[in-house]
């Protein structure tokens, strides 16, 4: 399974979790630049995404008996909440907050509204769209800032046909 292991954050600091992924840490831009222990947890979690303004982080993990995605207070892990009732994996925010998506183990993009004050409230998540792939070995995906358009990394199957990579291809346009 392919999943996220760092993030770089806005204010240039690092979240990356520990070779065990119940172990998240946060390295930060300047000073001394030594690993900061954030959370040991007792299940692994996986894919771990910061909102944009640095304020929550969304994540999935297995504590449930199966991945769940989940909603924390970041850099504290306070105020955690299940946010998926059906299994999900792979969250990821729209740029502004106010959107998580993620894939449920039935194969659907899913989406959920978040509103972000005083206390976080969430809505029910909703069924955007089937994805092109089964969730079960690589479940990587982009979203676009508005939430609009998404890429999907899909494996491929076989390759027929060879492709060729140009570099310079810049030098190449002033001839």
């Known amino acids: 399974m392919l999943t996220c292991t760092h993030q770089w954050l806005t204010d240039g600091s690092i979240l990356f979790m520990g070779a065990d992924a119940r172990t998240f840490y946060l390295l930060?831009?300047?000073?001394?630049?030594?690993?900061?222990?954030?959370?040991?947890?007792?299940?692994?979690?996986?894919?771990?995404?910061?909102s944009q303004d640095g304020k929550w982080i969304a994540y999935s993990s297995r504590e449930s008996g199966r991945s769940e995605i989940y909603i924390a207070a970041f850099p504290s892990f306070t105020e955690r909440r299940q946010v998926s009732n059906?299994?999900?994996?792979?969250?990821?925010?729209?740029?502004?907050?106010?959107?998580?998506?993620?894939?449920?183990?039935?194969?659907?993009?899913?989406?959920?509204?978040?509103?972000?004050?005083?206390?976080?409230?969430?809505?029910?998540?909703?069924?955007?769209?089937?994805?092109?792939?089964?969730?079960?070995?690589?479940?990587?995906?982009?979203?676009?800032?508005?939430g609009k358009r998404f890429i999907f990394n899909e494996p491929v199957k076989e390759a027929s046909q060879p492709f060729t990579v140009v570099l310079n291809w810049a030098a190449g346009l002033k001839q």
């Open 86 to 146: 059906g299994g999900g994996v792979g969250a990821r925010w729209r740029k502004d907050g106010n959107e998580l998506f993620f894939l449920s183990l039935e194969n659907e993009l899913m989406s959920l509204d978040v509103k972000r004050g005083a206390a976080l409230t969430t809505g029910v998540p909703r069924i955007l769209f089937k994805t092109p792939f089964a969730v079960d070995s690589s479940y990587q995906y982009s979203v676009t800032g508005n």
């Open 28 to 50: 930060p831009p300047s000073g001394d630049r030594k690993p900061a222990r954030l959370l040991r947890t007792q299940s692994a979690w996986v894919d771990p995404q910061v």
